[in-house]
């Protein structure tokens, strides 16, 4: 039987697809490194697990409402305002089953056929894919490291047509690390208004910042573009719970009813545990958090260090999430690889430190290495890395 033509194109997603390839190497009894997840290394806070089990006790296993418990709206909506500044009431906040499950679900509510999604490459592997599961067109901008992986308004402004209605601002960024200022932000803002776009602004990693600037949402900046902006985030960066599924969504109150709608039909509710876990997550302080914030700057700094000083590899040093982005054509060059794909197969291969390669987010000379391991698997992984570039040098 032929599949429908929408998951014909789909292109797998890279991330997933090196971690499995990492996992069955280590199944095999290899001593694999993987710096190809993007999930914190740590257990979900105690406090969050207590909650879960309490709800469980409590017979808290039920359906809730679509859009999510109202407790748990609530928290966001104190979240948004403690954090941003932002003014959410209950029915402009939905839950989601997952960050990602945000995105998919505002995407098709929001695009029709040929309409078209500005996305900055390098990108989140998900964005285009879900841009073209809804009909859209996903219009790439180039964000070079010469500018730190960030859009200019010029470039903006240069390929919005008249079928324009989006454009995804991920900042701290998946996978380069980098964030907005927001002079930067403002500037993209006055385009945004002069074009009548809407803003998806992905802010997953926002408490993962390493620098003085704080994050800043472009829902923040003025009144316009709080009616321009939906905000997506969740818990699972923050507070490590990757596999709880918990996401949301903010933003002007008929795109979250549409949202709420399409969510009764596709996944009734978000799990309800999980639900009452997020809750306690918003609720609690955020010790935590800046725990798991510290390690991650301290593993920056030691690694970051490492990689800028291998033969071959140059790297903007990021201001948050937990990646680093290095271009490596040169060394993938010296090496003797034909690119930088067969460069990071090679290296899975022969010394098993598992990278993703940057074509599967928009940038083939570039790849992504995730933090969010042991310090000692970094310094490991930075051995075996110059290893391997020593090996090969031609």
């Given at each position: 039987?032929e599949?429908?033509?929408?998951v ?6 890279s ?10 190497l280590?199944?095999e009894?290899h001593?694999v ?7 914190p290394?740590?257990n ?5 697990l207590?909650?879960a089990?309490?709800a469980?006790d ?8 679509s859009?999510g418990?109202p407790?748990?709206r609530?928290a966001v909506?104190?979240?948004?305002k403690?954090d941003?500044?932002l ?8 839950v989601?089953t997952g ?13 029709n056929p040929g309409d ?8 989140w592997v ?7 599961l809804a009909?859209?067109?996903p219009?790439?901008?180039k964000?070079?490291?010469?500018n730190?992986?960030?859009?200019t308004?010029d470039?903006l402004r240069?390929v919005?047509?008249?079928r ?5 601002i991920?900042s701290p960024?998946n996978p380069?690390?980098?964030m ?6 403002e500037k ?5 208004r002069?074009?009548?776009l809407l803003?998806?602004s992905?802010e997953?990693?926002?408490k993962?910042?390493y620098?003085?600037d704080?994050h800043?949402?472009m829902?923040q900046?003025?009144?316009?573009l709080?009616?321009?902006?939906v905000?997506i985030n ?6 490590s719970?990757?596999?709880w599924?918990i996401g ?5 109150g008929e795109?979250?009813k549409?949202?709420?709608s399409?969510?009764?039909?596709s996944?009734?509710n978000p799990?309800s545990?999980?639900q ?5 997550a918003y609720?609690?302080?955020?010790d ?8 991650f700057?301290?593993r920056?700094e030691v690694f970051y260090?490492?990689?800028?000083n291998?033969p071959g590899i140059?790297?903007?040093k990021?201001?948050g ?8 054509k ?7 690889f034909?690119?930088v ?8 291969e022969e010394?098993?430190v598992?990278l ?7 940038s ?6 995730s933090y969010?391991?042991s310090m000692d698997?970094?310094?490991k992984?930075?051995?075996?890395i110059?290893k ?5 040098h031609?």
């Amino acid at each position: 039987m032929e599949l429908a033509n929408r998951v014909q194109t789909l292109t797998p997603s890279s991330t997933l697809a090196i971690t499995a390839k990492a996992k069955a190497l280590k199944q095999e009894g290899h001593d694999v490194i993987g710096l190809g997840a993007g999930e914190p290394d740590f257990n979900t806070p105690e406090y969050i697990l207590k909650a879960a089990k309490q709800a469980m006790d409590e017979g808290l296993t039920k359906y809730t409402p679509s859009g999510g418990i109202p407790e748990l709206r609530k928290a966001v909506a104190d979240k948004l305002k403690k954090d941003q500044g932002l003014e959410y009431n209950e029915n402009q906040i939905i839950v989601t089953t997952g960050a990602k499950h945000a995105l998919f679900t505002l995407f098709q509510v929001l695009l029709n056929p040929g309409d078209e999604v500005v996305i900055p490459a390098p990108y989140w592997v998900s964005y285009p894919e879900q841009v073209k599961l809804a009909g859209g067109k996903p219009v790439f901008v180039k964000a070079g490291e010469e500018n730190e992986f960030k859009i200019t308004p010029d470039q903006l402004r240069d390929v919005i047509t008249s079928r324009t209605k989006a454009v995804i601002i991920n900042s701290p960024s998946n996978p380069t690390g980098m964030m907005y200022t927001r002079e930067e932000l403002e500037k993209l803002g006055e385009v945004v208004r002069e074009k009548d776009l809407l803003v998806v602004s992905d802010e997953i990693y926002e408490k993962l910042v390493y620098t003085e600037d704080p994050h800043v949402s472009m829902a923040q900046l003025s009144d316009d573009l709080y009616g321009r902006t939906v905000v997506i985030n969740g818990v699972s960066k923050s507070h490590s719970m990757t596999g709880w599924r918990i996401g949301y969504a903010a933003g002007p109150g008929e795109i979250i009813k549409a949202m709420t709608s399409l969510a009764s039909h596709s996944t009734s509710n978000p799990t309800s545990i999980a639900q009452h876990a997020a809750l306690a997550a918003y609720s609690g302080g955020e010790d935590e958090v800046m725990k798991m914030r510290e390690a991650f700057r301290e593993r920056l700094e030691v690694f970051y260090e490492r990689l800028i000083n291998l033969p071959g590899i140059s790297c903007e040093k990021p201001k948050g999430a937990f990646y680093l982005f290095p271009n490596v054509k040169e060394a993938a060059s010296n090496c003797g690889f034909r690119d930088v794909d067969a460069f990071v197969e090679a290296l899975l291969e022969e010394e098993k430190v598992a990278l993703v390669p940057g074509s599967g987010f928009g940038s083939e000379n570039n790849v992504r290495l995730s933090y969010a391991t042991s310090m000692d698997n970094l310094n490991k992984a930075a051995d075996r890395i110059e290893k391997f570039l020593k090996t090969h040098h031609k």
